[in-house]
């Protein structure tokens, strides 16, 4: 018997259908008592049918832009580290740590190296 886990996300939409408030659970996450609130998410799915990758991104009217900046400067850390697990390109990979690392830089996140 095959092991399963599933995760919901529930989004309040406000009178324009923008989200309002976002909460997420995972079943293999036993230490959640309940859904967790969250500003944002993003979700990247790859269909194996047309081998496209299909996208859900929301964030609500909460998330400050200082707050997207650094989501987007973790979420790029994050897939240069997916993207060499999962080939072992470290020339690709250390080439995406770059750009987080400037993303970061000039989103004030990280500090400027001295030149």
Known sequence: MSEKST???????DEKKHPKKIHWQASDNPSENGPAPVKAFLLSLFDEKSLD??????????????????????????????????TNNHELANAMQSFATYFGENTGIVPKEEQ
């Not at 909460?62 to 697990?85: A, C, G, I």
């Open 7 to 13: 995760i919901v996300l529930e989004i309040e939409l």
């Open 53 to 86: 990758t299909l996208r859900l991104d929301l964030w609500t009217s909460q998330l400050q832009v200082s707050e997207m900046d650094r989501l987007m400067f973790q979420t790029l850390k994050s897939l240069s580290d997916t993207y060499y697990r999962a």
